[in-house]
């Protein structure tokens, strides 16, 4: 099977920065599309940043221009760069991996969640 592990949140002051990090592993053949996506208690996920297997990328507005989202391949994991945190991005955040298992399975995984809170 596949998972999916984040880790790297954790409690920032206001403006401060944290680098978010997931891995999948298992039988992977191949990774397509890779996101990540948050959640605060009493609201809906939404989608915070996607990144194509070209690279190409997609970000909510609320968090353009400072967050980055980015992969190595390699090593199949994806990376959140977050800079310029603002209370509001408090939230579980949550990797999400669109896969080709080895076994020929279209999968679509979500890894356990890393809480971020930012507060003074």
């Known amino acids: 099977q596949v998972q999916l592990v984040e880790s790297g949140g954790g409690l920032v002051q206001p403006g401060g920065s944290l680098r978010l990090s997931c891995a999948a592993s298992?039988?992977?053949?191949?990774?397509?599309?890779m996101g990540w996506y948050r959640q605060a208690p009493g609201k809906q996920r939404e989608l915070v940043a996607l990144?194509?297997?070209?690279?190409?990328?997609n970000y909510a507005a609320s968090v353009k221009g400072r967050f980055t989202i980015s992969r190595d391949n390699a090593k199949n994991t994806v990376y959140l760069q977050m800079n310029s945190l603002k209370p509001e991005d408090t939230a579980a955040y949550y990797c999400?991996?669109?896969?080709?298992?080895?076994?020929?399975?279209?999968?679509?995984?979500w890894g356990q969640g890393t809480q971020v809170t930012v507060s003074s």
């Open positions: 990144i194509n297997t070209d690279g190409t990328t």
């Open positions: 298992g039988s992977i053949a191949r990774i397509n599309a």
């Open positions: 999400n991996a669109d896969i080709w298992s080895s076994l020929g399975q279209h999968l679509n995984g």
